[in-house]
């Protein structure tokens, strides 16, 4: 009978009133979170209605009318496109070395620290290294393969982080037992590492993708911020800055034209083509995000089922 | 016995390794992929940090009139002067606010997703966060256009606060007219900053061994009494970091901030003014200036701050977490 007192004294009234106050709180915060997100998709919900339709996605931008963001929509897709294949493979190689061959030395070490500092560099920085190496240097202009390969530097260490990490996730057992199979290294990380990664590698892929889409900063000083002008897709001429499908020539993408636009504030639809814009770009954002995670369990069923 | 009969086979392979094992080839690739990532470090670092110093160089402006409160950088208007004081001051303020907004909130809310949230609301909010990350800073600058500034506008504008004694005096400066204002700056990074401390704090809080936890309550504390005097002080180290990786986007963030900060290049002195930072002058005066001129070289001089910043902050983090398991 002394043991309970003694006990009720060290939890005092006080202190449970402190833990009741603390777990409100601390579920508000939770709270406020879905709050703001919910808040900001009904807002653009609303703001893009009577916006987006077909015409506005399918039609070239317009001075008067409100018109649409057809070019600017395709060369957010194409210098996307353009990143993931240069930055998918050697990203993921990067993984590939990290994950199964880098030892624990000076190297490696100064790997990881390259991984972390381009990781912490402001994007605008990396939009001005792109600016003074390919445009002051090699005097190409505003190109979307300049800002493509910007874009590569800027994400290269996410996407090598990511293949990293989903190698490392392969238990080692299924090393182990190839190896003993008599296969070389290589062959095991071909034949049995990557395929079994292959749902945490393609998660990384869209994370990656879904930041790249949105990225302006980067944007502004090496692919261009001008209006693009009509393109004529059927231009397979991938020399002629006239193809919207040559990576050289000026590109325009999503979000730095809605940063063109707010900057300039200039024709009577502004407002509405960015709104229509922003809520394209965080449509994409949610595609993108709930998009990893469906494909990623899809895959993880399907190939641990085998 | 069939397995047996294999064994000297295999290991005679072993032992002659053809010309392509022998250079390794697949090594050598994997190995300059992972080590592109220096040179680019290596070139990035080298480009801009040469960039950055013409201003003193070839233009001879003296290294300590940076220093100075007056950005003067147009030679059409008389002589020059290039202070990036205004500009250093409205990042570290603009950057600290927004800080003191977001810490407490990211870890309030790392500690409900780790200790208190039931698995249903850790797998609506961990999602809600993520998509948080993705939203690009343009949208994030455009809601701070559209809502957030004509708020700002309209609370402390011609209505009762200003009324008040002191709290009246600190929001009734001119500028805040519009509602484009370091307050608006930070109120926007805050939310952008919001889902990197958090995450990171979240780690470290989950690395917390679960021992100290029922220690703790068996014990007879409550759950509060172990999160603030047995999680916090544990976790904190992780807390820093993630604190220290959120002041780096913050202070690096460009085109959000441009949006709503108002440019105007003066010395911070009321949180209602209008301020510019470095990423948003930048971003600003970059398409409109010459290459070579001394005014570009200023904006080189600024993103060699902003590198060294960035720099400084990546080795910050590894003296926090310094004895503790790389990550």
Redesign the interface.
């Known amino acids: 009978m002394t043991a309970t007192p003694s006990l009720r004294r060290k939890t005092s009234r006080g202190s449970i009133l402190a833990d009741r106050a603390a777990t409100v709180v601390l579920w508000g915060t939770g709270a406020l979170v879905l709050l703001i997100l919910g808040a900001i998709i009904v807002h653009f919900a609303i703001a893009a209605w009577g916006v987006v339709s077909p015409s506005f996605i399918l039609s070239d931008p317009s001075d008067v009318a409100l018109g649409g963001i057809l070019p600017v929509l395709w060369n957010s897709i194409y210098i996307l496109a353009l990143t993931m294949v240069i930055a998918v493979p050697v990203g993921l190689l990067g993984g590939i070395y990290m994950s199964e061959y880098a030892s624990d030395n000076a190297v490696t070490g100064a790997i990881r620290f390259a991984e972390e500092a381009i990781s912490s560099v402001p994007s605008i920085v990396v939009g001005l290294f792109g600016l003074i190496l390919f445009v002051d240097n090699f005097h190409q202009g505003f190109t979307a393969l300049n800002g493509a390969l910007a874009l590569t530097f800027f994400n290269l260490p996410l996407m090598t982080r990511l293949s990293e990490q989903a190698l490392r996730a392969v238990p080692q057992e299924e090393r182990s037992a190839s190896l003993a199979l008599g296969a070389t290294k290589w062959q095991t990380i071909r034949h049995v590492v990557v395929p079994l990664a292959i749902p945490g590698l393609i998660t990384g892929v869209i994370l990656t993708a879904g930041r790249v889409f949105g990225e302006a900063a980067v944007l502004l000083f090496t692919s261009g911020i001008g209006t693009p002008p009509h393109y004529n897709f059927a231009n397979f001429d991938l020399f002629s800055p006239a193809s919207p499908w040559s990576p050289f020539r000026p590109s325009t993408t999503l979000s730095v034209y809605i940063y063109k636009l707010q900057s300039e504030g200039l024709g009577s639809h502004v407002n509405q083509i960015i709104d229509g814009s922003a809520a394209i770009l965080i449509s994409m954002v949610l595609i993108f995000n709930l998009g990893a995670r469906f494909i990623g369990r899809v895959l993880t069923r399907r190939l641990t089922a085998a | 016995m069939a397995q047996v009969s294999t064994a000297p086979r295999?290991a005679s392979?072993r032992a002659t390794p053809g010309l392509l094992?022998r250079i390794d080839l697949?090594?050598r690739?994997?190995?300059?992929?992972?080590?592109?990532?220096?040179l680019?470090?290596a070139?990035?670092l080298v480009?801009?940090a040469w960039?950055g110093i013409q201003l003193f160089v070839r233009d001879g402006v003296p290294v300590g009139q940076i220093l100075s409160p007056t950005w003067q950088p147009d030679r059409a208007s008389g002589a020059t002067n290039f202070g990036l004081l205004p500009f250093v001051a409205a990042t570290v303020l603009v950057t600290a606010v927004a800080l003191l907004i977001s810490t407490p909130?990211s870890v309030?809310?790392a500690?409900?997703?780790s200790?208190?949230?039931p698995n249903w609301?850790r797998a609506?909010?961990q999602?809600?966060?993520?998509?948080?990350v993705?939203?690009?800073?343009?949208?994030w600058?455009?809601?701070g256009?559209?809502?957030l500034v004509p708020f700002l506008a309209h609370t402390f504008h011609g209505n009762a606060i200003i009324g008040l004694p002191v709290v009246g005096q600190i929001f009734s400066i001119p500028g805040f007219l519009t509602g484009f204002s370091w307050m608006a700056g930070s109120l926007v990074l805050s939310?952008m900053i919001?889902p990197t401390i958090t995450s990171v704090s979240y780690d470290a809080f989950r690395a917390v061994p679960l021992e100290m936890r029922t220690g703790s309550l068996a014990?007879?504390?409550?759950?509060?009494?172990t999160?603030r005097h047995i999680l916090i002080p544990s976790a904190l180290p992780g807390v820093l970091t993630g604190v220290v990786?959120g002041m780096?986007r913050a202070?690096?963030?460009?085109?959000a901030v441009q949006?709503v900060i108002g440019n105007s290049p003066t010395m911070p002195a009321a949180i209602t003014q209008p301020v510019t930072t470095l990423?948003s002058q930048?971003?600003l005066d970059?398409?409109n200036t010459v290459?070579g001129e001394p005014w570009q070289d200023a904006l080189?001089t600024m993103?060699l701050v902003?590198?060294i910043v960035?720099?400084t902050?990546?080795v910050l983090?590894r003296v926090i977490n310094k004895g503790r398991m790389?990550t």
């Open positions: 295999l392979l094992e697949p090594r690739v994997v190995f300059a992929a992972a080590a592109s990532m220096i680019i470090v070139l990035l480009f801009i960039q909130l309030g809310l500690v409900f997703l200790e208190v949230a609301a609506i909010v999602p809600a966060l993520e998509i948080f993705g939203i690009p800073s343009v949208v600058g455009w809601l256009i559209t809502i939310i919001l014990l007879g504390t409550t759950r509060w009494q999160i990786l780096t202070a690096g963030e460009a085109l949006m990423t930048i971003t970059m398409g290459f080189w993103s902003l590198l960035s720099i902050s990546v983090v790389a």
